[in-house]
Structures are given as structure tokens and as C-alpha cells.
């Protein structure tokens, strides 16, 4: 059985089988989630997932994801339709996906699929629903997850319901169950910008089902901009992400590739990673985990060094405060640490451009802190309205030719 309430957690890798064509501005991201853990079963059962484009098209076609499971995994019948409300969908926007001509798809232990192109006209910040059909016998293991989908999830026990209108919801899930990516096509070139991160970037403690994340956010002010119009976001956020090691999900340094690099239409990536490094220092046991800020600064220099060998361009992010999160992860040495690498991404010069978070969230009159009205509540997640000061603090011309 799956989960019925939302969970609270953080966001994953994406392994990548499938290129999508050489042309990297023929295919953009619209929309993205990395995977991060093994999830429930899926057996008979039809999963209805909502999701918020970015960008326009009029081809699309989506990625999903077997990358925690435990053997090939079949899939049935997948179906993408505008949303109407709740688990329903809009009467007569309904398209079958094929996988090679064919209407479902088995996908090996750790590799994903994309499904074939399909023409709709898909509008900016537009609502679709996307529903899996998993057989029985498909798979006997776990399936891939977004473990904070911070949306809802319509599960159906009964069978293939993918085309229904009226979607039959037995339960609800807060995972995002297989999808990993969401693309499109059309006549205008295109290109992605990609928001890398830890849980900040995944939106933890923004409105659930509401799209206030930061990324959501800078999507629509994209939108705004008939020259910016053509930009893709894809969210790649891990909640407890750290560059250096391993936490909830792989590091930065190990999924980079994946979750950022091999994104169709990449042409730019906001890195905000490093502040799980430092406290997690704070309570770390072993030796490995007990970070020094040269270290979080030289493993930022090898993502930086490895988006410019592919030709796109990264953009630095400062640190938000997170004064009051709790000794040991907050703490005086912590401070300094956080204060240090501010200070490098600042002015090293090292990156193609600056994000100034930091300023855009803190309290003036305590730094280390940030301001009330942005605070969820936890002292180091921002709520909707701080991920909407972080979104207007990104100055539009770094995506400019």
C-alpha cells in the first residue's frame, strides 16, 4: 500500500539511457524531478500524477525512471492529458504514449526510457496529468521515487485507468512515482536552465500542490519576457543533497551528469548546494563527513570545471542563512564556514555568474538569520514567500544570448 499523506522529504538522480536527438535546442526540459530512494509496489495499479509545465510546446514526450529498482521493470499504458481538477483530466486532451511504436515498455534495473514524441500543444505553466499503468507481475520489487512530490498523487487499485476522465483515486501519495522529466519540442529554439540543489531548490516548506517553489517561481518570470519565453526550468533539487558525500541520495559531485549536464537544452545551471556539507559536519561521526569550506569550495570548482567542458554555463548561488536551525547543525564554526564560501562564490570569479540568495532572504539586522516573514518555520527552509524573494533576486540577463 502506498502512502496517504504527503511526504515531507527531498529529491534524486536520474539515470540517462536515451539521448534526445543531437540537436540540443531541438528538446528542452518543461518540466523535471530526480528521483530519490525506492518506493512502495506498484502492482495492478494506475498512478495519476499532476504536474506545471515551464515552457511551451507542440511535441512532448516524458522520461521515467527504474533506477532503484530491483529488476526490469514493465510498464503498461501511460497517458498525458491537460488537467482539469483534482485526479480529472480536460474531455478530449487525452494522448497514448508509445515506447517505440509500442503502448507500454520494460525498463532494465537502473536506466530509464523516454517515451516516443507525441504532438500536443502544451502552453506555459499549463497543468497535465500524467497516468502509469504497472501490470501485474511487472515487477516484483520497489519502484522509483521523488520522495517530496509537495502534489498529490491519485493512485487507482482497480486496473488500467489511465484514459478515464473521472479518475477513480483509491488513495492519494505526496511521491512522484517512475516520471523524471517532461520535454518538449516545437519550431522556436529552445534551452533549459537547470536549478541544482538540496531541499532549498526542492521547495521544502512551500505551500504543497501550490508550485511556490523557487524554480516555479523563476519559470514564470521567464514567462514574462517574450525574449526568456523559449527557457525551460528543470528542477533538481535533492532534499539532504551534499556536493561532497553521499546523504539522501548521491552527492552533487557523483550525479551531476545526470541531473544536470545530460538534461535536453541545457544551456544554463544555479547551483545551491553546500549547506547540508557544513552541518552536517556539525553531528558527523566519521571522518569523511566533517567538511572544512576548501573543501566545499574545490568540489564546487569540479562542477564548475565540469559544466564549462560541456559548454554551459554555471551560475553560483549564495548560501542562505540558517541561523536557529539547531546546534549541531547550526553552529559558530558552521557560520564561518557558510560566511567563508559566500564570500568565495561572491568574489572568486570562478563561476559565469552570481545568484545573491543570501540577500534576498536574510534578516539585516541578523545575518546569520533569516528574515521572519521568509522563515517556514524551521529556520532553514524558506516558505513561499522567501522562494519568491529568492526567484526575484536572479537577474533575467544571465539568460540573455
Not at 552541518?279 to 574545490?298: E, H
Not at 554555463?313 to 560566511?339: M, N
Amino acid at each position: 500500500m502506498l502512502k496517504r499523506a504527503i511526504a515531507v522529504s527531498l529529491c534524486g538522480l536520474v539515470a540517462t539511457t536515451v539521448a534526445i536527438g543531437a540537436d540540443r535546442t531541438a528538446w528542452v526540459d518543461t518540466w523535471a524531478c530526480a528521483p530519490d530512494s525506492a518506493g512502495a509496489l506498484l502492482k495492478a495499479q494506475t498512478v495519476r500524477q499532476i504536474v506545471r509545465t515551464s515552457v511551451a510546446g507542440t511535441q512532448v514526450r516524458i522520461r521515467l525512471s527504474n533506477l532503484f529498482g530491483s529488476g526490469p521493470l514493465t510498464v503498461g499504458n501511460v497517458h498525458l492529458a491537460s488537467h482539469a481538477t483534482g485526479a480529472d483530466i480536460v474531455p478530449g486532451t487525452d494522448h497514448a504514449l508509445r515506447f517505440e511504436g509500442k503502448s507500454g515498455v520494460t525498463i532494465p534495473k537502473g536506466q530509464s526510457v523516454w517515451s516516443d514524441p507525441v504532438a500536443m500543444n502544451v502552453g506555459a505553466l499549463q497543468e497535465l496529468a500524467v497516468s502509469i499503468y504497472v501490470p501485474p507481475g511487472s515487477v516484483d520489487g520497489p519502484s522509483t521515487i521523488h520522495n517530496a512530490g509537495l502534489a498529490t498523487a491519485f493512485v487507482n487499485e482497480s486496473g488500467d485507468a489511465t484514459s478515464t476522465v473521472h479518475f477513480p483515486a483509491d488513495e492519494t501519495s505526496g511521491n512522484r512515482f517512475l516520471i523524471t522529466d517532461i520535454a518538449v519540442s516545437g519550431p522556436v529554439a529552445r534551452q533549459t536552465v537547470v536549478a541544482f540543489g538540496d531541499s532549498i531548490t526542492d521547495g521544502v516548506g512551500s505551500t504543497p500542490g501550490a508550485n511556490q517553489r523557487w524554480p516555479d517561481y523563476l519559470a514564470a518570470r521567464l514567462q514574462v519576457d517574450k525574449s526568456l519565453a523559449t527557457i525551460g526550468v528543470a528542477n533538481s533539487g535533492i532534499g539532504g543533497n551534499r556536493i561532497l558525500q553521499d546523504n539522501f541520495g548521491p552527492s552533487a559531485l557523483a550525479r551531476f551528469d545526470r541531473d544536470a549536464l545530460d538534461k535536453p537544452g541545457v544551456h544554463w545551471v544555479v547551483l545551491l548546494e553546500g549547506i547540508n556539507d557544513i552541518g552536517g559536519s556539525g553531528y558527523a561521526i566519521a571522518a569523511k563527513d566533517k567538511v572544512s569550506a576548501q573543501q566545499i569550495i574545490d568540489g564546487m570548482k569540479t562542477l564548475i570545471a565540469r559544466a564549462h567542458t560541456k559548454g554551459v554555463k554555471i551560475y553560483g548561488a549564495t548560501l542562505t542563512p540558517f541561523g536557529g536551525a539547531g546546534w549541531p547543525y547550526h553552529s559558530v564554526v558552521g557560520e564561518q564556514e557558510r560566511e567563508a564560501v559566500n564570500t568565495w562564490i561572491r568574489t572568486s570569479g570562478a563561476f559565469d555568474g552570481v545568484v545573491d540568495f543570501e540577500a534576498a532572504v536574510r534578516d539585516p539586522a541578523h545575518p546569520e538569520r533569516m528574515l521572519a516573514a521568509y522563515d517556514s518555520g524551521d529556520h532553514l527552509h524558506p516558505n513561499s514567500a522567501g522562494y519568491q524573494a529568492m526567484a526575484n533576486a536572479i537577474d533575467l540577463k544571465l539568460f540573455h544570448p
